[in-house]
């Protein structure tokens, strides 16, 4: 049955007698505090991320993006920024062209205190063909990109095909033998379809899912926000960690505070999502985002919990 989303809303966010953040997620259980950098697992991989990520790859496509664009100083600027604030998790793409750019803004600081996520292009476009190498060949290059001997998190990136993992089997294999190698921490897939999506949960492959999720199915796998949390849910609860993107409907809701506000506490309310990428262009944008997840969490604990 599909809800209305308004409807929807009103089931999500009224939890245990009105809580924002649902008790029994394991997300919920990290976020007993107010700060809105706190570093929350990331599903079962061992991995500790900030609670609000960094994205280097707004309309990224062909090797630039929104904040590639930005130019060297006004993106090194842009990223200390965030890692100065509290952000430890940084997500790039091979297609967003971010990867060198991500590895010079972060040169210097301690590797062990920060997160690296990136993403291998597989689809028609996007990077030059001569430079579709497999999957361990490029994440060489990436490592060498991003200035680091390892990278945290690597995903193949923009699966759509529910058949996707027949289709990838052997860039699933080089993945798995890099993990094994310690070159990558974990691997995963950036979805964009339900049906992709929907396969995630039941595959041992997959440790890292990015998603696409807010409370008014913009850029979403279905319209309807109702059809695809459950999904995000069984994906949460197989033990996959699960990075959010699209909270603000691909920049939709940059300037209406009133719907960042209400994506932000319907994406915690789900307790389901470890953390929120967002494809900051400002320092200021850092800042207020910041602001508001702070405000939601401590209006969070404000809710007294249910009755046993």
């Not at 990290?30 to 950098?37: E, I, K, V």
Request: hydrophobic content about 40%; charged content about 25%.
């Amino acid at each position: 049955m599909r809800l209305d989303r308004r409807s929807f809303l009103a089931t999500a966010l009224a939890g245990a007698g009105g809580a924002m953040l649902p008790r029994p997620a394991r997300s919920a259980q990290a976020r007993r505090s107010t700060d809105p950098f706190q570093l929350v697992p990331l599903g079962d991989t061992g991995i500790e991320v900030s609670l609000i990520g960094a994205g280097t790859g707004m309309h990224g496509y062909n090797r630039q993006s929104k904040q590639t664009q930005l130019g060297p100083e006004k993106f090194d600027a842009l990223i200390r920024h965030a890692y100065d604030k509290g952000v430890r998790l940084f997500d790039c793409a091979d297609t967003y062209g971010s990867n060198p750019h991500v590895g010079r803004a972060l040169a210097g600081l301690p590797r062990e205190d920060y997160v690296l996520v990136t993403k291998l292009w597989v689809l028609p476009g996007g990077i030059p063909e001569e430079e579709r190498a497999d999957a361990a060949v490029t994440v060489d290059r990436c490592r060498q990109e991003l200035r680091t001997d390892y990278i945290d998190v690597v995903q193949i990136h923009c699966m759509s095909d529910p058949d996707w993992r027949e289709q990838q089997a052997r860039a699933m294999d080089l993945l798995a033998d890099l993990k094994d190698r310690g070159v990558i921490r974990a691997h995963g897939v950036s979805i964009h379809s339900l049906p992709a999506l929907d396969v995630c949960a039941t595959t041992p492959w997959v440790d890292v899912v990015h998603t696409r999720v807010n409370p008014f199915g913009d850029a979403m796998d279905d319209p309807d926000p109702g059809v695809v949390t459950p999904v995000i849910r069984n994906i949460h609860e197989a033990g996959k960690g699960v990075i959010g993107m699209k909270l603000i409907g691909e920049g939709r809701y940059r300037d209406d505070p009133a719907k960042r506000d209400e994506a932000i506490r319907f994406v915690l309310g789900l307790g389901t999502v470890d953390t929120m990428i967002v494809g900051f262009e400002t320092t200021d944008e850092i800042d207020d985002f910041a602001a508001r997840v702070g405000a939601a969490l401590e209006e969070s604990q404000e809710v007294p919990p249910a009755e046993e």
